[in-house]
């Protein structure tokens, strides 16, 4: 093992990895030990839930005559996809036959002075692991490990960890995406948003989409009801600086100045509010801090709005009206992504003022009561009460997290002579760490600070190439997982298990984190060798069994109570200070922070530079998909929108390639075609994200198009809760690809 001194991101497995011939004789024995006869090769069609992105539809897998994978489809039953997987989801098989996903366990080496990957066996990796862990806990406190996990398998690596007698983990799924909106709607109904999110889409007459771009963003469920709501009638209002999916979609497109989001928002709730369009009983019955909010808006009229967010007075009242003649039955979208300027909480803050005082919350249209069921887990030891937490490193930061943030773990590990400690061992599950945090070369810097940093993926993903050991989990449709409980109108659960025996010699993730218990004495914490007993234990306590499941896929229970709604006169307690809905929020204005959301302008582009926007592509989920064979015939590069008066201006022409620099110098790293397109507005440039591979074993997607992440060396972070604001960065355009090379 090389020392962090000379830590360098290596790319390949070393030749020497290849070479060596006695861990991979190891590992083929081991296997032989380990290779029972796959128990489900006979059946022709599996229940599973899908892995290509985070809505977990549920479906079947079919095998054809031979018993090979055939296709993906949704289960009629599944709440999440009624029967209907996205393209994402159908292409899922490609997860399977990517010839380029990692095979083997490997550990970084040191062999004739280089450091590379050698293929290693299981043993060696885990006891390797193991010891290390151990190692490093003995002096720094086992609170120093951290785990990253986004995804199903997690869940194990948490009881791990928890059992080690660390609280660190984190999921980028917070302070990269939802976590403001979370924290804003808990600190004005009490109750955070959710994921399926708990709109009432079907069912609404007007459906406010504010840069959620539903239709590039494939979230199934959604833009299933979304359409049944434009076909019903529905009044769709997109904001949006680009003409998006949803946009030509809409009744009303308002290409709002990017960054003034929070202006517009203000604006409506003036005129809802002088133009009487709220919800009196609602806002009487159920709300704190109406009169505030009035006085708080009163001078921030349309008029006041229209210099800021370019949007006409008239339309921002038309609008507002449209909502407010929709209320109850409107929805405001809380949005998913919303780490947008750094100010991202105060403006879902207005999203739920809004949603407040249009009575939607709680009714029919709007936001409905979720519900879900709750799986019972085996008895084990209490876990070990850790003596640290991330908070004592940022004692006054990010006071209304209530999670522990990736960016937050990844800063505490940076050393700082002002912190007490920093985190040592990272664990990485189904993360790409490298594209997912803003910022790479902090990123880059804290993985550098490690002692261990251990990968658990399915594919060579940038990440892998900066690990200690990469740990090949084997696919979603290879393997059993957690049972599938989320939140939705009626409790639901669903099962995955393995249509196919893990090919190569990779393992599920619930293998590799009992297999870890077992060498750090944590055993008792996994009373299940088998994981499918573990399930059919906890399926049964639910009343079905793991065999009904293999039969059904997704099993569906009754509401306890007929309350997907507010009654009519229901008396409602919230979680909050007070017991209402607060327009004013009370937690704010105690952490010192606006308790009610204030406007204030952020930074321009400067002369020749654009605003990077970015966002999603239907057929592909960030990083995970680019190298994906089914996905990449759809779509096998991003491209950089450019409105063509900017083009124009630039001499740029389609299906150019040029590279983007960002203010700060910093240059894509692969060169990006040009697409000259009028849904962009001109003081902006929009890329998909997930592109621009700099890793050469992924052989479909190397140097494919260009990465957002390398461009996003700036980050507004959110004062509340830590989230990392990304939409501050700015590019410029350069031509002349040959001479550019620094
Ligand atoms: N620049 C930029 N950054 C962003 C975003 C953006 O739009 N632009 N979006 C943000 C948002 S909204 C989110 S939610 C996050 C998402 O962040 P991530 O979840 O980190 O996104 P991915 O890039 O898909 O990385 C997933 C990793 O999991 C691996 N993987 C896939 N399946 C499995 C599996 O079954 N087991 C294991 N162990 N690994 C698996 C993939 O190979 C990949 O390395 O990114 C955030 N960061
Ligand atoms: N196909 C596909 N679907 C996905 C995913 C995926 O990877 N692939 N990922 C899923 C996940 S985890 C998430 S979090 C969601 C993310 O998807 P969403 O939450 O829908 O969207 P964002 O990424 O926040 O926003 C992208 C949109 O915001 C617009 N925008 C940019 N700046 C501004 C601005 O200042 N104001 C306004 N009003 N709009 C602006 C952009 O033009 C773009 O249309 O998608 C989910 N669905
Ligand atoms: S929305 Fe598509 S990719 Fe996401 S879980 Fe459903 S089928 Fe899979
Ligand atoms: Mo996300």
Redesign the pocket.
């Known amino acids: 093992m090389g020392s962090r001194r000379d830590f360098i991101k290596i790319s390949a497995v070393g030749v020497g990895g290849l070479a060596v011939g006695l861990p991979m004789a190891r590992s083929l024995a081991y296997q032989a030990v380990e290779a029972d006869s796959f128990p489900y090769a006979e059946m022709m069609r599996t229940p599973t839930y899908c ?1 290509v992105c ?1 809505w977990k539809c549920a479906g079947w897998i079919h095998k054809n005559d031979k018993g090979e994978l055939w296709k993906i489809t949704g289960n009629d039953h599944d709440l999440h996809s009624n029967g209907r997987f996205c393209p994402r989801g159908t292409g899922g098989v490609g ?1 399977y036959h990517d010839e380029d996903r990692l095979k083997r366990p490997l550990m970084r080496k040191t062999v004739n002075g280089k450091q590379v990957f050698e293929e290693v066996a299981w043993d060696e990796a885990l006891d390797f692991i193991a010891r290390r862990m151990k190692e490093i806990a003995s002096v720094h406190g086992p609170e120093c490990t951290a785990l990253f996990t ?5 869940k194990y690596f948490g009881t791990l960890l928890r059992a080690f007698g660390s609280p660190h983990i984190a ?3 917070y302070a ?3 976590g403001p909106r979370e924290v804003a709607f808990q600190n004005t109904f009490g109750e955070g948003v959710g994921s399926p999110e708990r709109t009432d889409i079907r069912d609404t007459r007007c459906l406010v989409l504010i840069g959620s771009h539903l239709g590039e963003n494939m979230h199934n469920g959604q833009i299933q009801e979304m359409s049944d709501a434009i076909d019903k009638g529905a009044t769709i209002i997109t904001v949006d600086p680009r003409y998006s999916t949803a946009a030509s979609k809409s009744k009303y497109w308002l290409p709002i100045k990017p960054a003034t989001d929070l202006a517009l928002l203000l604006a409506w709730i003036n005129v809802i509010i002088e133009e009487e369009l709220y919800d009196r009983d609602y806002v009487e019955r159920y709300t704190y801090g109406f009169e505030q909010l009035k006085n708080h808006v009163a001078t921030m009229t349309p008029q006041w709005a229209y210099g800021i967010t370019t949007i006409k007075p008239e339309v921002i009242r038309e609008t507002a009206r449209a909502m407010g003649h929709a209320s109850p039955a409107v929805i405001v979208h809380p949005g ?2 919303v ?1 947008w300027y750094g100010d991202d909480t105060q403006r879902l803050r207005a999203v739920a003022i809004l949603n407040a005082l249009l009575g939607s919350w709680g009714r029919r249209g709007g936001f409905y009561r979720p519900e879900t069921v709750t799986v019972p887990e085996p008895t084990t030891p209490e876990y070990p009460t850790p003596s640290r937490s991330w908070r004592t490193e940022f004692p006054d930061l990010y006071r209304l997290s209530d999670t522990v943030l990736a960016n937050g773990v990844c800063d505490a590990t940076i050393p700082d002579p002002s912190r007490g400690c920093n985190f040592k061992t990272w664990i990485v ?5 490298i ?4 910022n790479q070369e902090n990123t880059i810097k804290a993985i550098e600070s490690l002692e261990l940093m251990v990968v ?4 060579p ?4 190439g900066y690990a200690d050991v990469i740990l090949p ?4 449709l290879e ?1 059993f997982d957690e049972i599938r409980v989320s939140l939705h109108r009626e409790p639901q659960i669903a099962l995955r298990m393995p249509a196919f025996k893990p090919k190569y010699d990779s393992k599920p ?1 619930y293998w590799m984190a009992r297999e870890l218990s077992k060498r750090l004495g944590l055993e008792a914490y996994f009373p299940y060798e088998k994981q499918e007993d573990l399930l059919d234990w906890q399926l049964k306590e639910l009343g079905s069994s793991l065999e009904e499941m293999m039969r059904i896929g997704v099993k569906t229970f009754k509401r306890p109570y007929d309350d997907l709604y507010f009654a009519p006169d229901e008396e409602v307690e919230f979680w909050t200070n007070t017991g209402k809905i607060e327009l004013y929020a009370t937690a704010f204005e105690m952490e010192g922070f606006d308790p009610l959301p204030v406007y204030t302008p952020h930074e321009e582009p400067p002369a020749g530079y654009y605003r990077l926007n ?3 592509a239907p057929m592909h ?5 680019a190298n994906n064979p089914n996905l990449t015939d759809l779509m096998d590069e991003n491209s950089v929108w450019i409105n063509p008066k900017v083009a124009w201006e630039w001499g740029l022409v389609n299906d150019q390639y040029i590279h983007l620099r960002n203010q700060d110098g910093k240059r894509s790293e692969f060169p990006i075609r040009v697409r000259i397109t009028e849904r962009i507005r001109w003081d902006s440039v929009y890329m998909v ?2 592109f621009g591979h700099d890793r050469k074993q992924l052989t479909r997607s190397y140097g494919r198009g260009a ?3 390398n461009l ?1 060396t700036k980050v507004l972070v959110d004062p509340l809760m830590g989230g990392t604001g ?1 939409r501050g960065n700015f590019v410029t355009f350069i031509t002349e690809l040959e001479e550019d090379k620094s």
């Open positions: 892995e985070f997860m986004h995804g199903s398998g997690g999921a980028p799924s990269q995406c939802r998913r992504h780490t599950n189904g993360t790409n760490l594209e997912t945090l803003p658990i993926d399915t594919m993903m940038e990440i892998t989990e084997c696919t979603y393997r993730g970015y966002g999603r989920t960030f990083s995970r998909t994200h997930g990465s957002d992440t996003i990304m």
